[in-house]
């Protein structure tokens, strides 16, 4: 059976708004470094769905794929970092309450 | 061997110098480097004196600056029989007055600067005396003034004499101004300006004018009628001072102006009549004013101008030899006379003959060497007065203008009345005021008092006919023409008449009957009244020139005040005022433009800093947004 190319794209669509919400609506920031992995994850959904649906050559989308899920773990492995320093310093990993370059 | 002639001026110099950069620290020596280099001088000359009387004529010429039409101004010295005269007058004279000076002066604050003024007056006399030409004449002529000046207001604490030193200066330099013009003149009209030049004169048509102008030096500088007014004031000055400068020979600088010059007013007989005219008013008018003088240096002044009125008038007449005869005599006898007097003031205090008398007794030196003065001025024989005297009266007796000789008979009749007016009223009778005890003077003022008592007495005879008229001759050139000196008994006898008659009325009024003296003041008022007054010149000159000029200068300062400060104040006013509307532009637009700016920017910033939250969240939102807006763009 194929599951057509529509159905992906709502997967991903309804991922990403998830990892949209999440991002702008989380206080916690380790919350919102996930949302952002969901983001990415639904970009990677779409990215091999168009190339297996479209492209001559599906593994392009797919190690397109492997790319950004390579950056995505050096993105939180940077985030994290921040954030952890962060909380050594403000006891606190609320976004809305690091304010401390505001004005 | 000759040109050591220049140590005469210069000695005196050096010691002006010194005295005047090391006074201080020199203290009363200073005094004694004058008398020394003065003295220096005087041996000096003496050798040279000598060979001019044996017959030499020396002159010797440096060039100072060539002018462009190719003449030349020199420097240097000339030194005939009338230089030599002087030389001699000044030199002795100078030097003796400098010794009684040290006595003077002793105790004094500012001893040593007088010293270095009288030295640097030497100076300049000297290089007067032996000028070649009338530029040196002139500078050392001014240079003299200005010791005048400073020598008059020596005690320039006391306003009158600060005041009377102004005098001087100003009065002169009327008769200065005069000299320098003439000096210009005679140089346009002859081309030259050495004295040896004047005796081959060509007639020009300003020969006139340079005559008059020069002699204008001589009236302001030997005090003539109508410039004697600064000369009694001068009087103000330390009593050596009046005896050297203000009677023996500054004033006489003017009577040798006319005598070296004496070719260019020979040349001019309309000059010789002016000259002689102005000397004879000169004379009488003085004298006149002398017999109610109550100053004893007063008294003085007024003899010295009319002294020196008899020479000038001498000199117009063409009595070359009188003139400088009498000014040589007269600068020994006068110069006794103020030292004398100086003398008095020194040991009693005062100077108004209304608080002295019988001083006899208690000054001998000092009265003797009056009297013999007085004597001499009067004109008594044998003494210098009468020979010299003697000689102008009979050359105005010989003259074309013999009322001339009735002028100055009468002024000496009044100077010998004066004189012993004088005497009587100072050392006879009985002492007036008895707050004064009177001493005698030290030595090293009697001393030169009773050298120049010997010259008052001898000095004529030179002149006289026992000597042959030596001194005649000697000036009047050697063995040329040697004029026949006829003996006048009529000239003679009415000048010896004169002289005793002055002396005997002034016997009877001040020592026989001191009534008589008031008796007559009121008989004679009027006369009285104009002697006392000096003729009201002081206030006709007030009256005429000083007012006036105050009022100029009165006017001028209201002018200044009202029109030209008024327009500074105005200027300042109007630019105070500009200042003040640039001030509120400057505060309410310039400022308020760069305010609105400021607050323009702040309004602005403070709604737009809304929008930095500082949420990470809500700025994602904006880009979120932003992202949707382009989106929409996009698919439209």
């Excluded at chain 1, 990215?47 to 050559?57: C, P």
């Excluded at chain 2, 100072?64 to 002795?92: C, I, K, M, Q, R």
């Amino acid at each position: 059976m194929i599951v057509p190319l529509e159905h992906f794209l709502i997967f991903g669509a309804i991922i990403f708004t998830i990892g949209l919400y999440g991002t702008l609506v989380r206080r916690n920031l380790i919350g919102v470094l996930i949302s952002i992995e969901l983001i990415l994850n639904s970009v990677n959904v779409n990215l091999v769905a168009f190339s297996k649906a479209t492209s001559m050559a599906p593994e392009t989308g797919q190690i397109f794929a492997v790319f950004v899920i390579a950056m995505a773990a050096a993105a939180v492995a940077v985030g994290l970092a921040i954030v952890i320093a962060l909380y050594r310093v403000q006891k606190t990993v609320l976004a809305d309450e690091v304010n401390l370059l505001k004005w | 061997m000759v040109n050591q002639i220049y140590f005469v001026p210069l000695l005196p110099l050096a010691a002006f110098v010194v005295n005047i950069f090391f006074g201080k620290k020199l203290g009363e020596k200073a005094g004694w480097i004058s008398v020394i280099t003065s003295a220096a001088a005087c041996l000096i000359a003496l050798p040279i004196m000598f060979g001019v009387a044996r017959g030499g004529h020396f002159h010797h010429e440096f060039l100072w600056l060539t002018l462009s039409n190719g003449h030349a101004l020199e420097f240097g010295y000339l030194l005939d029989p009338l230089s030599t005269t002087l030389l001699f007058v000044v030199t002795v004279v100078g030097t003796l007055i400098q010794v009684y000076a040290t006595g003077y002066m002793h105790g004094d604050p500012k001893f040593s600067r007088f010293f270095a003024y009288v030295s640097l007056f030497m100076a300049a006399m000297l290089t007067l005396v032996i000028a070649n030409n009338f530029i040196q004449f002139f500078v050392s002529w001014e240079i003299m003034g200005l010791c005048s000046y400073l020598l008059i207001g020596f005690w320039f604490e006391k306003d009158s004499a600060a005041n009377a030193g102004r005098k001087a200066f100003l009065t002169t330099r009327i008769g200065d101004v005069g000299f320098f013009i003439g000096i210009m003149t005679l140089y346009v009209a002859s081309g030259s300006l050495n004295f040896r030049d004047l005796h081959h004169l060509q007639p020009h048509a300003l020969l006139p004018m340079a005559a008059l102008f020069i002699f204008c030096g001589t009236i302001g500088k030997s005090a003539q009628f109508p410039l004697h007014v600064w000369l009694p004031d001068a009087m103000e000055g330390p009593t050596p001072v009046s005896a050297l400068i203000h009677a023996a020979t500054m004033v006489a600088a003017g009577v040798y102006l006319v005598a070296r010059s004496f070719p260019l007013f020979e040349a001019v007989p309309q000059a010789m009549t002016v000259v002689a005219t102005i000397g004879t008013i000169t004379a009488f008018m003085a004298a006149f004013i002398a017999l109610t003088a109550t100053d004893i240096k007063k008294v003085l002044a007024y003899s010295t101008i009319s002294q020196l009125g008899f020479m000038v008038a001498a000199l117009g007449l063409g009595g070359l030899t009188p003139g400088t005869f009498h000014l040589m005599t007269h600068a020994f006898f006068k110069a006794l006379l103020f030292m004398a007097a100086g003398s008095v003031i020194h040991g009693t205090g005062t100077q108004e003959i209304k608080e002295l008398g019988g001083l006899f007794g208690k000054m001998k030196h000092t009265s003797w060497t009056f009297l013999i003065g007085s004597v001499a001025i009067a004109g008594v024989p044998p003494l210098s007065g009468f020979w010299s005297k003697d000689e102008i009266l009979l050359t105005a007796y010989n003259s074309s203008q013999r009322w001339i000789y009735w002028v100055l008979l009468a002024s000496a009749f009044m100077t010998a009345f004066y004189m012993f007016r004088l005497v009587f009223l100072t050392f006879f009778g009985k002492a007036r005021n008895h707050h004064i005890h009177a001493h005698e003077s030290p030595v090293n003022m009697t001393l030169p008092l009773w050298v120049l008592a010997a010259g008052a007495i001898l000095l004529g005879l030179p002149g006289s006919p026992f000597f042959g008229n030596w001194f005649q001759n000697f000036l009047g050139g050697h063995g040329e023409h040697h004029a026949e000196h006829v003996i006048n008994w009529f000239v003679m006898g009415s000048s010896v008449v004169a002289a005793t008659g002055g002396i005997l009325l002034a016997a009877v009024l001040y020592l026989w009957f001191p009534q008589g003296a008031l008796k007559m003041g009121e008989i004679f008022r009027p006369l009285y009244l104009a002697s006392i007054n000096k003729l009201w010149f002081d206030e006709l000159y007030k009256r005429i020139i000083v007012d006036p000029w105050q009022a100029t200068g009165r006017w001028l300062f209201a002018f200044d005040k009202t029109i030209i400060d008024g327009t500074v104040n105005g200027a300042g006013w109007l630019t105070l005022l500009t200042s003040r509307i640039h001030d509120v532009f400057d505060k309410y637009i310039i400022d308020g433009l760069v305010n609105l700016t400021g607050a323009v920017v702040q309004i602005f910033g403070a709604f737009t800093r809304r929008i930095q939250t500082g949420l990470i969240q809500n700025y994602l939102l904006i880009v979120f947004l932003g992202v949707l807006v382009l989106v929409y763009f996009e698919l439209k």
